[in-house]
C-alpha cells in the first residue's frame, strides 16, 4: 500500500519472512514408494553443516527464521513405537540407523543459535499410517478432513517429548501443516482448539488448500480460538529441488521453502547456496514496498496491518486508520512505515509512539510506531528540524 503527495511518498511494506520446512530428517531419500516418508528427496544424509546454513542465511538476514521441523527420526528412546500413525513399522518401529553423536551436535547448534532459527512444528514423520499404509498427512488426510483428535493430541505431545529428550529448545507457536492440508473454521471442533492447548499460537499455511468450514476473516489472514492463520502462498520451487536458484512472486508475506532447495551436494558449497536467496530478498527488501520482518511475530503484525489498515497522505501528515486491525488477536501494537521525504524533517506522531526511525543508504526512512491503546487513528505531522 502507497500514497503520495507533493515530495512525501510514504508506504506500508509487506513484511518478507523466511519459512523452511522439512528441516529435521536424517536420511533425505524419498522412501515413498516403499511406505516410507518423502522426506525432503535428498540424495545424502545430512550433517551439521546443513544446520549451519540456515544460521548463514538467518544472520545474512538479520531474521529469525522458521523451521518447520519433522522430528520422528530424532527418537533417541523408539517412543514412536507407542504412538499410533506415527510410522510404517507400527510397534516394531526401529531408529538406530538415526541415533549418533549428530543428534547431540546439531541438538547443540540449535540451542546455541535460537536467537536465528526458530522451531515450528511440522510433524513427527510427516504422514499417517493406517494398518501399515502411508496416508497423507499426519493430521489431516488429503481432503483436509482432521485426524482423530486423541491421535492428534499423542503426535503432538510425542513432538514435545522428542524436543525435551533432544535438549532442544521449548514448545513450539507456530505450526505449518504438512502437504498443506489443514482445515478452519469450525471453531472448538477445529484442530486450531487443540493446537491452543499446546502452546502453538499461529498456523502458516495456503487457504485454497485447506477444508474451509467458514470463510476466513480476511482473504489473506484469518483467527480462530486463539490461533491466527496467515496465507503463505504456493513454494517458488519444488520441495525436493536441491541448491534451487532464487525465484519468488512476492504476492505473500512468507517466502516457503523446503530443506533441500538450500543445499548442495557437496556441504561445502551450502552457503554460496543461501547468499544467493539472501541477496535476492535484501534486494527486494531496499525497496518502498518491502521489508524484511525480524521475527514471526513482527511478520504477523506488519502482515496484518498490510493487510487491514487504511493510509492516506495528505498535506505534511500521513493518517492510519487501524479500524479492522483492532479485532486481531495476537496484534502486538506496532506498525513500521518507510517514507521518501525531505532529509531537514522530522516526524511526530500524534494517538502514538514512534519507537524506532531508520535511514537507509538510499534514503528511504523507516518509521517504526506503537498506537496508543484503543486508538483508531494514528497521525504523523512531518516538522521543520
Not at 533425505?28 to 551439521?48: E, I, K, V, W
Not at 482448539?193 to 485447506?210: K, P
Not at 470463510?215 to 520441495?239: D, F, N, Y
Not at 516526524?347 to 524506532?356: A, M, T
Request: with cysteine; glycine share 8%; charged share 20%.
Amino acid at each position: 500500500m502507497q500514497a503520495a503527495i507533493n515530495d512525501l511518498v510514504v508506504s506500508l511494506p509487506m513484511p518478507i519472512f523466511v519459512v523452511v520446512e522439512d528441516v529435521g530428517w536424517w536420511q533425505g531419500t524419498d522412501g515413498s514408494m516403499n511406505n516410507q516418508p518423502f522426506r525432503n528427496g535428498f540424495t545424502r544424509r545430512h550433517c551439521l553443516d546443513d544446520y549451519r546454513a540456515l544460521a548463514r542465511l538467518a544472520r545474512r538476514l538479520k531474521m529469525r527464521i522458521a523451521l518447520g521441523m519433522v522430528l520422528g527420526e530424532w527418537d533417541r528412546d523408539n517412543l514412536l513405537k507407542d504412538v499410533a500413525g506415527a510410522t510404517w513399522m507400527g510397534d516394531s518401529w526401529d531408529n538406530r540407523i538415526n541415533q549418533g553423536p549428530w543428534l547431540d551436535e546439531a541438538a547443540g547448534f540449535l540451542q546455541d543459535h535460537q536467537a536465528w532459527l526458530e522451531i515450528a512444528c511440522h510433524g513427527l514423520c510427516h504422514e499417517f499410517w493406517r494398518n501399515g499404509r502411508m496416508e497423507r498427512s499426519e493430521f489431516h488426510d488429503q481432503s483436509g478432513q482432521m485426524r482423530p483428535r486423541e491421535s492428534i493430541k499423542r503426535h503432538l505431545d510425542a513432538f514435545a517429548k522428542l524436543l525435551t529428550r533432544n535438549n532442544l529448545p521449548g514448545l513450539p507457536r507456530l505450526f505449518l501443516p504438512p502437504a498443506l492440508h489443514h482445515s478452519f473454521g469450525n471453531g472448538r471442533e477445529s484442530i486450531q482448539a487443540i493446537l491452543h492447548e499446546h502452546g502453538i499460537r499461529s498456523v502458516v499455511t495456503v487457504f485454497s488448500r485447506a477444508r474451509r468450514y467458514s470463510e476466513p476473516m480476511h482473504e489473506k489472514i484469518t483467527w480462530e480460538c486463539g490461533v491466527g492463520l496467515l496465507e503463505r502462498g504456493l513454494a517458488p520451487v519444488s520441495w525436493h529441488e536441491a541448491a534451487a536458484r532464487p525465484i519468488w512472486d512476492f504476492e505473500n508475506p512468507i517466502l516457503p521453502l523446503h530443506w533441500s532447495n538450500l543445499l548442495h551436494h557437496d556441504p561445502g558449497k551450502n552457503f554460496a547456496i543461501v547468499d544467493a536467496w539472501a541477496e535476492m530478498l535484501e534486494n527486494k527488501a531496499n525497496t518502498m514496498a518491502y521489508m524484511l520482518a525480524e521475527d514471526f511475530a513482527s511478520c504477523w503484525s506488519q502482515a496484518a496491518a498490510y493487510h487491514l489498515v487504511k493510509l492516506v497522505a495528505s498535506e505534511q501528515k500521513i493518517i492510519i486508520d487501524l479500524g479492522e486491525l483492532q479485532t486481531v488477536p495476537g496484534f502486538n501494537g506496532s506498525i513500521s512505515l518507510k517514507i521518501q521525504c525531505p532529509t531537514d524533517l522530522h516526524w511526530q506522531c500524534l494517538r502514538g509512539q514512534i519507537v524506532s526511525c531508520k535511514t537507509a543508504p538510499s534514503g528511504i526512512e523507516t518509521v517504526r510506531l506503537r498506537p496508543l491503546k484503543g486508538q483508531q487513528i494514528v497521525l504523523l505531522h512531518l516538522c521543520g528540524q
